[in-house]
C-alpha cells in the first residue's frame, strides 16, 4: 500500500494530499452554494434553481471519489509516518480530532448517499446532512492541509 501511494504521489503524498483536500474543500463551499439556489434560499439570475440541484448531486460524486483516494493517502500516510509517538501534545490532539472528524465525514456522506439514493422519505434531513458534511470537511482540512500549508 505504501508503495502504491508513494508512487501514486510521486514521492510527495503530503503535497498532493494537500492540493486535493483544498479541491475538495472549494468545491464544498460551490456545493453549498448551489443547494442555496437549488432550495431557493438564493436566486441568481443565470442559474435555475432544477439546474443547481443537478449541479450539486454532479459534483457530489466527484467529491466522494477525491475524498475517497483522499482518505486513502491519509490512511497510507499515517501508517508510514515515523516519530508520531514522540509529536508535542498538540499535534496529538490536532491528529485526534483529524482522525475523529475523518471519520465522521465519510459516515456522514455515505448515510446522505442512502438517503438521497435509496431512503428519500428522509429527505428532510439532506440540508443538516449536507451542512455537517461542510462542517466536517473544513475540520479536517484545517487540521490537516491548513496546518501543513501553514507550516506547523
Request: proline share 2%; with cysteine; glycine share 8%.
Given at each position: 500500500?505504501?508503495?502504491?501511494?508513494?508512487?501514486?504521489?510521486?514521492?510527495n503524498?503530503?503535497?498532493?494530499?494537500?492540493?486535493?483536500?483544498?479541491?475538495?474543500?472549494?468545491l464544498?463551499?460551490?456545493?453549498?452554494?448551489?443547494?442555496?439556489?437549488?432550495?431557493?434560499?438564493?436566486?441568481?439570475?443565470?442559474?435555475?434553481?432544477?439546474?443547481?440541484?443537478?449541479?450539486?448531486?454532479?459534483?457530489?460524486d466527484?467529491?466522494?471519489?477525491?475524498?475517497?483516494?483522499?482518505?486513502?493517502?491519509?490512511?497510507?500516510?499515517?501508517?508510514?509516518?515515523?516519530?508520531?509517538?514522540?509529536?508535542?501534545?498538540?499535534?496529538?490532539?490536532?491528529?485526534a480530532?483529524?482522525?475523529?472528524?475523518?471519520?465522521?465525514l465519510l459516515?456522514?456522506?455515505?448515510?446522505?448517499?442512502?438517503?438521497?439514493r435509496?431512503?428519500?422519505?428522509?429527505?428532510?434531513?439532506?440540508?443538516?446532512?449536507?451542512?455537517?458534511?461542510?462542517?466536517?470537511?473544513?475540520?479536517?482540512?484545517?487540521?490537516?492541509?491548513?496546518?501543513?500549508?501553514?507550516?506547523?
Amino acid at each position: 500500500m505504501e508503495d502504491f501511494a508513494d508512487g501514486l504521489s510521486r514521492g510527495n503524498l503530503a503535497q498532493v494530499k494537500t492540493v486535493l483536500a483544498s479541491i475538495v474543500l472549494a468545491l464544498t463551499v460551490y456545493q453549498v452554494g448551489l443547494m442555496a439556489i437549488g432550495y431557493g434560499k438564493v436566486r441568481v439570475p443565470f442559474l435555475k434553481p432544477k439546474a443547481a440541484s443537478f449541479t450539486h448531486r454532479a459534483v457530489g460524486d466527484t467529491i466522494v471519489a477525491i475524498t475517497l483516494l483522499v482518505a486513502f493517502m491519509c490512511i497510507t500516510y499515517f501508517e508510514v509516518e515515523d516519530g508520531i509517538e514522540h509529536a508535542a501534545d498538540d499535534e496529538h490532539v490536532r491528529a485526534a480530532v483529524h482522525v475523529v472528524a475523518g471519520s465522521l465525514l465519510l459516515t456522514v456522506i455515505a448515510l446522505k448517499v442512502v438517503v438521497v439514493r435509496w431512503w428519500q422519505r428522509l429527505e428532510r434531513l439532506l440540508p443538516s446532512l449536507g451542512l455537517t458534511v461542510f462542517a466536517l470537511f473544513a475540520i479536517t482540512w484545517v487540521t490537516s492541509a491548513g496546518d501543513y500549508l501553514l507550516g506547523e
